[in-house]
Structure formats: C-alpha cells, structure tokens
C-alpha cells in the first residue's frame, strides 16, 4: 500500500509539474503575453516626440516610454540630441541606465568635459551610471538613446551655471 501511495504522489507531483511547464512555456509567446494586462508595445513609428526637458541644453527632443520620470518608481524614455550636443559634468540621484539606439553618445567622468577622455558607445551599447557619479556625455552625430531608472530623475550640474533652468 505505501509503495502505491507514494508512486501515484510521484506520479501527481510530476503531472503538477508538467502542466507548470507548458504554462511557462505558452507565457513566452507573443500572443500570450500580449493579452496580460499592462503589457507595452512600441514600435519606432508609435514614439511621439516632444521638445527635450528644461533641465538638460536647449535642443534635445524626448518620448517618455513608461512610466512617469518624475515621480517614484519605474520609467524609461528616450532623447534624440542632434549632433555636436553637449550635457555638461552632472550627477543623478539614482542609478541610471542607457542605451545607444542610433548614432553614438560620448561620455566621461569628472568634474570637466574633456572629449579626449569619454568613451564613445556607439548604436547597440549599453552603460549604467551609479547615482551620484559625476559625468557628462555629448555627441557628434544626431544620436538617440533610452533611458531608464527608478524614478523621480534627475539631474544636479557640478557647476551650477551649467544649469539651463538658471539662464
């Protein structure tokens, strides 16, 4: 008798465990995850471009992706900044993830912007800021990048007569 129990537990928890299986596995599929509730798509023709934040230079245009930057929790958005763009030394108050969707962002660390010293990260690349590291980053050709954290974001220049909001 116990050898039967414990055969049709085994027998249970290995059928528990292939139904779990084959829900994962129709999870993964597209059209499973697009029915669930709060899932996003975008394409490129659905980003919807605005003038750039005043709290960066004068000429960028933004698209929030998720999310709502400027209040706690998850966001991404994405910045198109033309060529020979340039954000002064800066920090985030959180960590901060980007992105190379086009073109290539140059960025460095330290207090001056010194273009012998960033690192170009072309289309493709990734880089995570560490909140409260001073960096700045600039550009040479139209380039798009996204954005992504924990909000809210922001931005504090190393030297306050950087910031757009005070001219």
């Given at each position: 008798?116990?050898?039967?129990?414990?055969?049709?537990?085994?027998?249970?928890?290995?059928?528990?465990?292939?139904?779990?299986?084959?829900?994962a596995q129709d999870a993964k599929k597209?059209?499973?995850a697009a029915s669930h509730a709060g899932h996003i798509v975008v394409t490129p023709d659905d980003v919807k471009?605005?003038?750039?934040?005043?709290?960066?230079?004068?000429?960028?245009?933004?698209?929030?992706?998720?999310?709502?930057?400027s209040k706690p929790g998850l966001f991404a958005m994405r910045l198109k900044m033309p060529a020979a763009y340039k954000i002064p030394p800066?920090?985030?108050?959180?960590?901060?993830?980007?992105?190379?969707i086009?073109?290539?962002?140059?960025?460095?660390?330290?207090?001056?912007?010194?273009t012998a010293k960033a690192h170009a990260l072309p289309k493709g690349s990734f880089s995570?800021?560490?909140?409260?590291?001073?960096?700045?980053?600039?550009?040479r050709e139209e380039t798009i990048v996204q954005i992504h954290g924990m909000g809210?974001?922001?931005?504090?220049?190393?030297?306050?007569a950087d910031d757009p909001r005070k001219k």
């Open positions: 008798m116990k050898r039967s129990r414990a055969g049709a537990l085994v027998g249970a928890l290995a059928l528990s465990a292939l139904a779990a299986l084959a829900l597209p059209e499973a471009w605005s003038a750039g934040p005043g709290t960066i230079p004068a000429g960028t245009q933004m698209a929030v992706i998720e999310g709502d930057p800066h920090f985030h108050p959180a960590d901060e993830h980007v992105t190379v086009s073109g290539t962002m140059n960025m460095g660390m330290g207090d001056t912007l010194d995570v800021m560490p909140a409260k590291v001073h960096h700045y980053a600039f550009t809210p974001w922001g931005i504090t220049y190393v030297n306050p």
